[in-house]
Each structure stands twice: as C-alpha cells, then as structure tokens.
C-alpha cells in the first residue's frame, strides 16, 4: 500500500527544504525545479523506481536521469533521503563549493546514483533513450530474469526545447522504447520568463506524433502523480507524463515565477516558505520520523536486489553477464589474426574500409558492440561483421539506423555506454562532430567509452565541398580533454586505433578516417605502435636533417616526400602522429627519442596535415615548418584539391629546402 | 493563366536532364532530389517565386533557399534556365569542379540566387526562418510598399529530422511566419533506405502542434502542386507543403530507390531516362522552346520589380532604406562619446555587463541591429538601450525571445543576416557554442555578419561547473576560417569589439564575455586597439625580460603579475591578445614590435588564458609559458576556482621565475 499524502507531504517537503536551504547557503543555484517537482519525484522514488540505495551500481536497477540537471538539489535531497552511502548531509551543506560531490549540476563520475551528467540542456533525456536502448537490448540476450527495468526521466522545458529532443523523441517512438517514462516538469516557466515568450508548442500532440503515450497529472496531487505514472508505466510506448507544477512551489511570493528559477530564494522568502510548508526545522535537519519513511520506502529495492541476484547466482551466463557488465572485453578478443592476415597481403583502401575490415573482425569476437550511423551507413562503412538491424521488432540485432540525427546518435551512444553492458560506435561524416559537439565533449566529461567513426576526415573527400571538409575538426576535437582523437594512415593502424578505443574503458575516441584510398605503409606489428600516439616509421637513412610529422592520409605523402629527400642526401624521418594525445602521454624519454628538442638548424621539423596549422607548433616547435589549410576548402576531385592546396611532393619540397640551412 | 502540363513537363524535364547529365559528367553529386521535385520546382519557380534574373539582388524578391543542398543541381538548372547571368551552361558542364561556381553544394557565396550556403542538413530551413523574421521585420519599418516578399524552402526528409528543424519550425510557430513556406520533399527515401528505417513520424502532425498549416500534394501533377502552393501562400501561418514524390523521377529502374540519392545514374539508366522522359537531346542541350518558355515566365519577375523601384524612388526614406540593404551604418555612428564617458569615470563590471552598456549605446544609434538570448536574457545582457520585444503581434520590436534554441537562434540569425537590412546579434553561455557550432562556421563560410554575444566564458563563471565551464571553446572557434573571436578585457575593450563587430561586412564575430567584474585597464582611447588584435597595453619600466601575453578576464591578472616583476627589477611586458586573427592579419612590423622574435632567454613570452593551452606555443614561442587549464573545470566559487587552477599572481610568479636565465 503506498503512503498517504500525510506521510508524502513531509517527505517531499523534506527536498524543498533541503533544496532551499543548499542553495542559500551556496549562495547560488537553482531551487525552482526541486521544489516545484518535489511531489513528483517523492512519488517517483519512493513508488516506482527499482533501486538499492545499498547497492548503487545493481545491473538492474532502473535508471532516473534528471534532465533538467540545473535542479541537481532535487537529485542530492533524494540520494541522501534514500540513505545513499553519499552525498551526506555535511555534502549537502557544501553544495557548489570545491571538493564536495554536490557540484552545481550533478556528475556521474562524482555520486553513485547519478546515471549521467546533466546540465547542457536535452541531452538527459537523449541519454535516457539511449539506456532504455541498451536495457532492452541486454533483455533481448539475457532475458527477463536478469534484465527488466525502466528508464525514468524529469525533464524541464529547456530539454523539450532543444534540437537533440527532437532527435531523441523520434528515435525513442520509433523503437518503441515502452520502458522509457518522461516526467515533463510543466511550469511554463523558463530563465526568460513565461513559455509563452519563446513557444507556442503543443507539446503532447508533438510527442505523439512520434509515436509517443501522453498523460497529464497535476503534479502537487499525489494520487494524481501515481495515476499517470502508473498509466505511463503500464503504457507499451515511451510515454510523456505532463506534470503540470508550480515552479518554487512552497514559496508564497515567488513561486510560479522565474524569480525562483536560478537564484536563492533570500532570507525573507525561505522564512516564509518554511511557515507555508510547515517546515519547522532547521537548515539540513530533517527529522528521524520523516528520514525513517524515505528509509523504508527505499528498502523495498533491496529486496528486489536480493532476489535478482539470486537469479543471477543460478544463470548459467554468469561469468558472461557480470564480464559485460563490467565493461571488459572477451578474454581472447584479438585482432593479431587479421593484422597478420593484412601483413601478409597489404591492402590500399580507405581508412573508413579498413574500419570496416577491422569491425568484421571485432564484431563476432565482441558481442557488446552496437554499430550505427546517422544515415550514411554506406559511407560510413559501419555496418559490418554480420550483425543485423536492431528494431523495435528486434532487440537482438547490434545495428542501429540512427536515421539523419548525429546529436541524438550521439547522446543515445553516450546513454548506451554509461548503462553500461554495451560498447555503442557510430558514424557520420567528420564535418558534422560541429552537429554532435556537446555530446562528445559529454563522453569525454563522463568517461564513457563512446566510439565515434567519423570519415570523409578532409578535403580528400572531394567534389562535396567546404561545407563537408574538415579543416578546423580534428584539431579543435584534440583539445577536448579525455577525448582520444585518433587519424590512422593505413589498415593496420586502424585495426590499432580500433584496439585502443574498445580497450579505453573511461575515454572516448574519435577515429577520423578517410574517404579516399591509402596505401598500407606499414609492414610490421609487433606491437601497438598506434598506442604510443605517435612513433617513427621510417628512420633517415643519411644523415638526419628533417623530422617529417603527418597524420591519416598524409602519411603517404610525408614517406614520398622523405624517399625525395633522401635521394638529395638529406635524412628525414617519418614520424606517424596518430593521436597526439597518447603521444603527449609517453614518457619524456620517449618523446625526446621521436622528436628530439634540438635547434630547427640541426632538425628541421615538418607538420603535413590536410588541417588547420593552428597549434602544430606544439610539435614542430616554432622554427619548424607547418604544412595545413588554413581556410575553407573548395569543391572538386579530390587530386585537383590536394593540388591547389599544396599537399604534393613538389609543393612541399621547396618548402624544405628554403628552411634548412646549407 | 498559368502554362498547361504540356508546356511545363518539358521545363521540368530540363531540369532532370540537367542534373543527371550533370552529375554524370562530374561523376559525383546527387540527381535523385533535383529529378524528384522538378516538377514543384518549375510550378513553384514559374508561378510564384516573385525574382527578376537581371537583378538578383533586388531587396523585394522573395527569397528562395534550397534546404536539401545536396541537390544542388536542381537550383543550378533553376537559374540557368530562368536567366540568370551565370550559371551558364559552360559552368554547368563544369559542375564539382575546381572554379566552376556550381560547387557540390550551392554556395552564396559563388552564384547570385543562391541565398544561402546549404548541404549541412537543417539550417537551409533554419536559415529560411530567420530571413522571414527579417521580411516581417523590415515591412513593419518600411511598409507593404517596399518589403512585401515571401521565403520558399525546399528540403527533404534530412532537413526535418534534424535537430535544428524542431528549434526553427517552433520558433516559426511561435512569431506566425505566414510568409514562410515550406516544400518537403517527401519521397520517403534516405541515404541508408527507406525513411521507415529510422522514423516513424507524423511529420504533418508535429509540425501542426507547432502552430504551422499543412497541406498535400502530389509532386507530380502540376495542378496539384498548384493547389498546394496556394493554399500554402494564402494561409497566414507557415506553410508545410508534404510533396509526394519519386526520388529520381524518370530514371525508370532505379526512381524511388536509395541509389538514386548521391550517386550517378550510370550510362545506360540515363538512356533508359532519356527514353521515359522523351528527351532526345545531347546532354547541356535545352532546345530553345523550351528555353523561352523558362525566360518568358521569368519575365514577371522584372516587371514587378520595376514596380517596387518606382515605388522605391517615390519613398521619403529612400536613402535609408538603402543604407540599410547595403548594410551600412549610419554615418554618424560613433561610440566615442560612451567610451569618453568610460574614460573620465572607469567602470568596474563583468564584460557582459559592459557589452550591455556598449548596446545601450549602439542600439539607438543603429536601427538595424535585432538582439535576442536563447532564454538567457538577464545572463548575456543582451537586451539594452531601450529595444522591445520582436513578436507576432509587433514585427518592428528588436529584440527576440529564441527560447531554449541556441541552434535555432544561431541559424535563424545567419538567415536574418544574409537577408540583408538588419544586423542580428544573439547570445548564450560561451559553452553551448557546442550546441549551434555548426551554424557558427556556416556563418564563417557564408560570409554573414552575425555576432556572437557569448558570456560565461571561463570557469570564472564558477558554481555551475564542468558542463557550463568553456574550456577548449576559445581556441577551438580561433580556428574556424574566417571568425572573428574576441575576448575583450574591460569595458573599453568590449565596446571597441562591438564597434569591429558592427562594422566587420563579412566576418561573423564571437564575442566572449565574463560573467565576473574585471577592473576598467585602459585610460586611453585615441584608437580602437582591440582593431589591431593584439597590443601592448602596459611597457615595461625595467629592462624587458618577459612579455605576458593574455586575454580578457586574465588581463587583470598579467597587469598584477607584471607589477610583481617590475617591483623585482624585471621588465615585462603586458599585451592584451583580444583577437587573435586581426593580430595575425598586422603587418610584420607591427608584430615584431609587439612580440619580438628574440630568445627566450632575453625575453620569456607568457601567455595567460583560462583555457586550453594548446595552440598558445604560436605566440609564446615553443620555450615559452602558457599560463591555461589542460583538464576540465569544477564547481566551486570563481575565486576558489582561480586559485585551485593556478591563476593568482603567487602560482604564476615562480613559473615565470623559473623560466627567465638569472
């Protein structure tokens, strides 16, 4: 029997108070949200949601993603009422201030019970579908028994607002994620002002063109709240509830407005909020009766989890299933064969076909992989190694058509990975990480390990012209921290950059791959060179005079540039810097071994990247000599363009020659 | 009276014969869109696009934007055979390759009548809702008699699944965009397959609950495309006309397949074609007959724009009307007597708050500027001197409420820009850069004075952490082509980028701007130094040894710590780097001047940013010291975050210390 509202009503009073008082004492933060959505969550956590406070990373607990990350209070009010190990009481208190887990908007990599980080807008609920993706995927393979639980998501109207909610509610209607259950917080109230400044939407009839169930409860009725949550649950489609709140509800003279949205509420008003709430207690004390009930309501997942993992002790997949779920890869996952196989009859394709050819090999050794693209599923060179499409009618299958939606792509993968059991990669073309920038940088903040396949990685693409040429791409996503961003020259460094990414369990890896073909340059691989980030590949043979540095498929041009100079008697290595992050990584030794720090008239270094030159410098040194693009590309055959812009042996010589020194 | 289907197929069919003969001689592109909406297109293009071929320019044609960019052939055929000066058949033949002007994808930039640079999916339509803002907007100030137009958008199943659809098609919703109408291609066919593999959506449905008409036609029986459109254009809400069309249309065995989309048709199919279609000509042929029908209803066009310039001739306001559609300022424009008045009474604020008061100036003295916030208003400070709200009840407002859109808003904003007659500047927090990134190049390509009003620009921002903390985003957007970034230091600074930005024709501008106060630095003002990118703010007094190089709320910072060194007996330097592009753009003098290529053990350069380092070796020299944030942020308190993050004059110091040879 569920609680009364004389028992909910302290309950949910319980996170506006804490809400109020944590902002107030931070002295910034957003109160609106936790104590307009207050009723709703209380509901939600102590009614609906399958979760053990004792035993935050349960496989099948179900997920809750706030969202509208800006009301973090409300998810830090509810880990502690719920008796999470963290945050404490003493966390709440130092709510925003350095060191404490309670950050401004809540970070997964800070607090179990935290699934994701939210805060840039929409992108919580574009994760949560891709949680539901996953849950109903690892359902597909491991059944009912030890996968059956639900996504629940609060949303506010910025997430509704935004381009990737578009993207994510299509994706959600179109796979018919039924477990996937959105709680809009429908205050009609944004930063600016009413709703009604900025849309006139008619939201419900929105979500159900997609495919979408809507229901609407008025969210300060708790009856109401566990009807529509009860329908929405019960609801074979991804279901909107419309909670429609008062924004700071508890506040009597700023309530309903955007006053209370962004800032503390003030001395003055938080009295008065206490005496309208009957709240009598003082900040971060929250009395042992009220505490006991959220305590025992919590308990009941306890139970669950016990049972659960009883069924799991008797599964016969175990190993299996806690091996997925902990992220690791099949014990003898290798791709030595085919690299042998490679070395053995060295192949001049595309780096994205060599992607493909490296995915037939991993996809029947690794069965956590889910492959896609945002519609370029032929160019992309994604959909490889067998796997078939997974639908609504198939959850099974580990091949997604993401359809034209490289944002949502993105946020689902990002989803996918942090429910974890499932290693999402997935394509577009390289220009278009502009269209899913906020998400990558959002695997790299959470450390999901999210493989993002981007081809067509230069002007090399040709005749598509400036709009789909990279110049500025690879090198602005290399200064995403913890976002490995990988440019390989030939097969086996793909199959390489392919190892590394599935093996980075906390980072995320960009492969940019080409379009065009490439020769296979190396001829040996005894070990991961690509792991070094950069290494020597073809070592002068005279007398060393030049450090020849290049990426992806300007390798094969920096060798033929090298065989010139050597034949003028002038030594020059070749150094491949396939991800300079992992280069900046290697010890100094190392480095200094690659890329010795002496005077540019002893080494001359040379960068050649199909890119922008800007921030080479940290390689060639600043006397060194930077091969690039620095302006928009231009449409027509892809030889035409590497002509006019200079990436030709005949060009770059001279360039040479004129900066060292006879 | 219209021209009956016997007359229009064959015009329809040239522009099939057109694309395909084009795209086979390019041995790349995309006939199937160009042959599928020939027949909207030439009802749409004779009948109701209101344009005169000899003046592309004139200020009251109604704007035409090919949303579906790919194919491109289609508005190439369009204004080749409607009489456009170029492209001329030659060009045509020429198609995808280097110098012809029908690039990949239409490109403003190249061909008049190409209003916009599309192929990115999305923003062509985004864009289009941008420019009928500026429309209704221009015709509250100028009247029916001068601004009376419409804006035609052809996009494909791409355009709206993308993100951006949602943002533009609510806020087109939401202002009543009666004038904006919209021809989906509805062929049911993408890249990967057929639509049903990726959606499931009630297209019509959605974009109804956004408060837009819709209507349906057959795209391939002209009466009914007729139909449609009128209905479109006399509806007073914006028009989504479902064109049901076969991709590829007249290639008899590949029409309504995927393989029609992006690749040649091949020999024979094109024969197979030819034979379907009844066109017998070579290919670039267009017997006369049909030429002069295209050039005959071309005609009107001419006739009404007479009309409007005598018109024109009789309006009082002519030469400001003028001035506006040129994009000119007023003549009088001049900020000096605010930054006078900064001068004689220094102000300590956020440069944010010294944008605002930079527009409390601006904003009277230049009619055409249109601001707006992507519900950030109080935060960017966008809204100033005294500018009201744009809404559907009041077109000549200047301010716009974009809601939670920043995508959207950055789109709509390159629409009002390449429109012409209005300046449009938008802001949000310097992070969700990453949200409308790909609209910020397209502005860069485009060449369209759009300006960035970006706040929060650093962790100085604090509390709300990583997720609102720019980090990379300065130096990332430095490398777009053609952008100009700037990150002014004071109030002074930050009127002299406003001033540039205004006055930059061709260049979008970033404007970053902190959320917290900095000190007034400069007392003088006899030019725009900020105009010079880089100068040098403070000389040193003792013999020079280090020249601290940093940007906007940092510049403080390098001042204190210069004034530590010069109290130590060591000269430095102070420039102030507010943009890097206008720095490099200086003649070799005056970059020597400023940065001396000396040693660094004669003079150690330092550059101080709170961002990324990378990049920076370019003005410190590789010996340097970049003073930056090579991680992400944290939440906390600005202050504690600037310390934690090493940017005191006591972290600094010793670094320097170390660096300089005693």
């Known amino acids: 029997m569920p609680l009364g509202p004389d028992r909910l009503a302290p309950m949910a009073n319980a996170i506006r108070a804490l809400s109020m008082d944590a902002v107030e004492a931070a002295n910034s933060g957003h109160p609106g949200m936790p104590m307009g959505m207050a009723d709703v969550a209380t509901v939600l956590w102590s009614e609906f949601l399958k979760h053990d406070p004792s035993a935050p990373d349960w496989a099948d607990r179900d997920r809750f993603v706030l969202s509208a990350g800006h009301g973090s209070m409300l998810i830090y009010s509810l880990l502690y009422l719920s008796g999470y190990a963290a945050p404490t009481i003493e966390d709440i208190r130092n709510f925003r201030q350095l060191g404490s887990p309670c950050a401004g908007h809540p970070e997964n990599f800070l607090l179990d019970g935290v699934e994701c980080t939210t805060g840039p807008l929409g992108q919580g609920l574009a994760m949560a579908v891709g949680m539901a993706i996953a849950e109903r995927h690892l359902n597909a393979e491991f059944g009912d028994e030890l996968v059956d639980h639900h996504t629940w998501v609060i949303a506010g109207d910025g997430c509704l607002m935004e381009g990737v909610n578009h993207e994510a509610v299509g994706l959600a209607g179109h796979l018919k994620l039924g477990r996937l259950n959105v709680m809009w917080d429908d205050n009609r109230i944004t930063i600016d002002g009413p709703t009604d400044l900025s849309t006139s939407e008619d939201v419900e009839a929105r979500y159900a063109a997609a495919g979408w169930h809507t229901v609407r409860c008025d969210g300060h009725d708790f009856a109401d709240i566990r009807r529509a949550l009860e329908e929405a649950k019960a609801d074979p489609r991804p279901s909107l509830v419309a909670c429609r709140t008062v924004i700071g509800k508890g506040a009597p003279n700023k309530q309903g407005t955007s006053a209370t949205h962004g800032a503390p509420l003030g001395k003055d008003e938080i009295a008065a909020a206490r005496e309208t709430l009957g709240w009598d207690h003082p900040p971060f004390e929250v009395p042992e009766r009220i505490l006991n009930d959220w305590r025992e309501v919590s308990a009941n997942g306890k139970q669950a989890h016990s049972a659960w993992r009883a069924k799991l002790e008797d599964y016969s997949g175990k190993t299996d ?22 070395l053995a009859d060295p192949q001049t394709v595309a780096t994205r076909k060599a992607s493909e050819m490296a995915l037939g090999a991993i996809n029947p050794q ?4 889910i492959g896609g693209s945002a519609d370029l599923t032929g160019s992309n060179n994604t959909k490889a190694g067998g796997i078939g499409p997974l639908t609504a009618e198939d959850y099974a299958g580990r091949y997604l058509y993401y359809g034209i939606r490289e944002f949502g792509m993105a ?10 059991g499932v290693i999402p990669y997935g394509g577009t073309f390289l220009v278009f990480t502009d269209y899913c920038r906020a998400a990558i940088r959002l695997s790299a903040l959470q450390e999901a390990r999210v493989i993002y396949v ?19 791409h690879v090198q602005s996503l290399r200064m995403i921290p913890n ?18 990414a599935l093996k980075s369990k906390t980072r995320p890896t960009v492969l940019a791959l080409s379009r065009q073909n490439l020769p296979q340059i190396r001829n040996t691989a005894r070990e991961n060179m690509s792991a070094r980030g950069g290494y020597r590949i073809k070592a002068a043979e005279n007398p060393r005079r030049v450090i020849l540095i290049a990426t992806g498929s300007e390798l094969a041009l920096a060798m033929d540039c090298a065989a010139k100079l050597e034949g003028q008697g002038i030594g020059a290595d070749v150094v491949s810097m396939v991800c300079t992050q992992l280069f900046d990584e290697q010890d100094a030794t190392y480095r200094e071994d690659i890329l010795p720090n002496v005077a540019p008239d002893q080494i001359l270094r040379v960068s050649i990247e199909a890119g922008t030159t800007f921030g080479w410098d940290r390689y060639t040194m600043t006397n060194g000599l930077r091969i690039g693009i620095d302006r928009f590309g231009a449409s027509a055959p892809a030889g035409d363009l590497f002509e006019k812009f200079g990436f030709t042996v005949e060009a770059i010589i001279p360039q040479i020659m004129n900066n060292i020194s006879e």
């Open 483 to 500: 976002l490995l961003v990988m440019r390989p020259a030939d097969t086996i460094e793909t199959a390489e950059c392919w190892e590394i």
């Open 454 to 472: 981007m081809t067509h990685d230069s002007i090399g693409l040709g005749e598509d012209g400036p709009t789909h040429q990279p110049v500025e």
């Open 321 to 342: 299933f806690e091996r997925r779920m902990a992220g690791d890869l099949p014990v003898d996952f290798s791709l030595q064969d085919y690299i042998d196989g490679l």
């Open 411 to 420: 946020s689902a993968m990002n989803g996918m990975a942090l429910h974890g």
């Open 366 to 369: 690794v069965p956590q992989t």
